[in-house]
């Protein structure tokens, strides 16, 4: 019978992650004696498995979030919320293929062509993207150009400078850490959570078109799989490497929405007159940042 594989990671420098090709997964604190000493100190250099790889890539994603769980906001939605929430996807998406591509011409530089073709295939599965949300922008009745050419949610700006270093890099495998974390995050989406923007969006309205394609419904839990797999069939360096760079991204991405969740929709509405240097117009359940009274225009 095989043995089954462990995998390791050390992510901070005092936790490791652990995981094995059975599912267990634990995190782990250095340690060691002179008369023993601490089997996971050293890098691993053995083979992956896609089970024990998930482990270390979803504990990675996991101990980023934990250390706001308390204080994790968790808001009913609202479409001003959602309007700044699309605002953010448009960014987190609108250079994603162009920066895919830049890493995937360094990995054929490199030598590493499997590198490349898997990050040339993400690169056109994520074109159009950033257009999804801006027809959720225009069917909400917002001028979507307008807005996200003036403005950038502030918890989201360091996402996207992550995700543009990540790919300029002379070896920018964490890239795929990165993605592998807004992926999966996206891929925990239901019906429900869909369920509850379209009850807040006028009757008749479209405006799910990227929530549904950033969902369990759309391409992300296929996307979640297939990345599972590729790392698992990297050397143990890159492995190493893209699950840092999943924990370094979990905590940019918990900390940035948890930034942007925690606003008032007063601050956020004046945030966007100050981008735009006037109101939004109206649309359904949106008012305007001076408090004035609107009523929905006649049928």
Not at 62 to 91: M, N, Q
Not at 195 to 222: M, N, Q, W, Y
């Amino acid at each position: 019978m095989a043995r089954l594989v462990t995998e390791w990671v050390n992510v901070t420098t005092d936790i490791s992650i652990i995981a094995r090709e059975s599912g267990e997964v634990w995190f782990h604190t250095p340690g060691g004696t002179k008369e023993k000493a601490d089997p996971f100190a050293t890098p691993m250099t053995g083979a992956g498995a896609p089970d024990s790889t998930v482990g270390l890539l979803d504990g990675a994603i996991k101990l980023g979030f934990c250390g706001i769980e308390k204080r994790l906001a968790r808001p009913d939605p609202t479409v001003v919320g959602y309007i700044v929430a699309l605002v953010g996807a448009y960014h987190t998406s609108v250079d994603t293929p162009r920066n895919l591509r830049r890493a995937a011409n360094r990995f054929n530089e490199l030598g590493r062509p499997e590198v490349a073709v898997y990050l040339e295939e993400r690169a056109r599965e994520e074109t159009g993207h950033d257009r999804l949300a801006l027809k959720d922008l225009r069917a909400l009745g917002v001028p979507g150009e307008r807005l996200v050419a003036k403005f950038i949610p502030e918890g989201i700006k360091p996402l996207c400078k992550r995700f543009d270093d990540l790919c300029a890099e002379d070896y920018p495998i964490g890239c795929i850490g990165y993605s592998y974390c807004l992926e999966r995050i996206a891929a925990l989406k239901q019906e429900d959570d869909i369920a509850k923007v379209r009850s807040i969006c006028p009757d008749g309205v479209d405006a799910t078109r990227f929530l549904r394609s950033h969902s369990s419904l759309g391409s992300e839990a296929s996307h979640v799989a297939e990345t599972i797999e590729f790392v698992a069939s990297l050397p143990a360096n890159d492995r190493i490497k893209v699950v840092r760079e999943t924990y370094e991204s979990s905590l940019l991405l918990a900390e940035g929405y948890n930034h942007e969740l925690l606003k008032s929709e007063v601050e956020m509405l004046e945030e966007l007159r100050a981008a735009m240097g006037e109101p939004l117009p109206y649309c359904y359940g949106l008012g305007s940042s001076h408090g004035d009274e609107r009523h929905a225009p006649a049928e």
